[in-house]
């Protein structure tokens, strides 16, 4: 049989997994990328300076740092299916919130409550499809789930820039809570129910220490971190920022631009993305990996040197092409774990990944503050960005691959000679 040792009835059930993931896992990023390009301008208008936008953009990860590896606790304990919905549930709630604050505080505080519904959704999803794809599948079917996402952030700006324009900086947060209440529905009735464990919900510190023994567990997830410091620092603080002050332009006009470029971005990422993923099945996950992150550091000063929209199109292009080519983030994570840990392992690879999620913003928004001269960003954020994730894909060198090794193990066996 083509599929091998998998059931027709088990593939069937793993693509209606993979889809519903990947269509929920769409909505949601539609919804947050619509939001991108309106808060930081939507942080200005409510007096906020610009470490306090920084603020603001890391006030959702800084929620999930603490509360992903509880999520990946209460996921096998409580079942992954019902820890999206409260997930989701939570972060309609909050965006409607925000459209209604009335100070910066109160948006902060919306974010802040919004990361706790991301912990528990994102957790629970990346497990879910962590713990239904076998190995030998994982980087191209997380691919389609990534693209997915991709597709999401492509859309969303666009949209979060019109609706910018035609109902002010509040709206995008209105039509945020209507995706998560869509997502939360499709999870509801198209997702089989996971059974959860009858144990006590705790952390298993066990299963953390065990996985932060492993070196290259360590290694990944710090290259993750690096990852996720570009587009939440640089991308989605730093350029909005950036538009603001050095192009002259109004608060609805950044809003508006900025979607563009995110868009721009995703596409690009979106075109790297599954070939990257197709190829790390093959060669392992560290070439494709290693080469993203080397890459995105020598393009991140170049965005500085944009002067107008086509410009910036066309570095912001080349830098989604770049930041596309690591692939599925995860599926080296998941590749180095243990299938009886995977929900905590989950949580831990969220943990590390949000703190470069967090630190990102607050350091290069930090940097962006430290530095205005005369009015204006200055090439300093974009310098640090580009340090920080050449220094983690350096440390990725050092990293064990395991899809890679079975790889050039089933390439030995089968060439002539070694068959016996």
């Known amino acids: 049989m083509a599929d091998g040792p998998i059931r027709t009835d088990a593939m069937e059930s793993l693509h209606r997994t993979v889809a519903v993931l990947s269509g929920t896992v769409f909505l949601v990023m539609i919804g947050i990328s619509i939001i991108l390009p309106a808060l930081p301008q939507y942080g200005l208008e409510l007096g906020a300076t610009p470490f306090l936008v920084g603020l603001l953009v890391g006030a959702l990860p800084a ?10 606790a209460f996921g096998d304990r409580f079942g992954n299916r019902r820890v999206m919905q409260i997930g989701l549930i939570i972060i309609a709630t909050t965006s409607a919130l925000a459209v209604v604050a009335f100070n910066y505080w109160v948006l902060l505080g919306a974010r802040i409550a919004e990361g706790v519904g991301s912990a528990f959704y994102i957790t629970s999803s990346l497990a879910t499809l962590a713990r239904r794809v076998p190995r030998e599948r994982r980087g191209r079917y997380m691919s389609l789930y990534v693209n997915a996402l ?10 979060g820039g019109f609706v910018v324009v035609q109902f002010g900086l509040r709206a995008p947060f209105a039509v945020y809570a209507l995706m998560a209440l869509v997502g939360m529905l499709l999870i509801t009735f198209g997702l089989r129910p996971s059974r959860g464990k009858d144990e006590k919900t705790a952390v298993d510190f066990a299963a953390v220490r065990r996985l932060l023994r492993d070196p290259s567990y360590v290694l990944v997830s710090l290259g993750v971190m690096g990852t996720f410091f570009v587009p939440s620092g640089l991308i989605t603080t730093v350029i909005p920022l ?6 002259a332009v109004d608060q609805t006009t950044a809003a508006a631009l900025t979607g563009v470029l995110i868009s721009i971005n995703a596409v690009a990422s979106l075109i790297t993305m599954y070939p990257s993923g197709w190829l790390a099945d093959r060669i392992g996950r560290k070439t494709p990996f290693v080469a993203s992150l080397l890459l995105a550091g020598l393009i991140s000063p170049f965005l500085y040197f944009t002067q107008d929209l086509p410009t910036a199109i066309l570095v912001m292009f080349a830098y989604g092409l770049a930041l596309g080519l690591h692939g ?13 840990i995977m929900g905590t392992s989950m949580g831990l690879y969220r943990t590390l990944g949000d703190l470069g999620f967090l630190l990102g913003p607050l350091v290069l928004a930090a940097m962006v503050q430290l530095t205005l001269a005369g009015g204006q960003v200055t090439i300093t954020p974009f310098l640090v960005a580009s340090i920080w994730v050449v220094a983690s894909g350096a440390l990725l060198l050092f990293a064990r691959d395991p899809a890679g090794e079975a790889r050039r193990k089933t390439s030995a066996v089968g060439q002539p000679g070694n068959s016996g």
Not at 63 to 72: E, H, I, K, M, T
């Open 242 to 247: 950036f538009i603001f002050y050095n192009w």
């Open 63 to 72: 929620a999930r740092l603490v509360l992903d590896l509880p999520s990946g």
């Open 328 to 340: 599925p983030l995860a599926a080296w994570a998941t590749d180095l774990t243990p299938p009886e």
């Open 150 to 159: 991709l597709i999401g952030q492509i859309i969303g700006p666009v949209i």
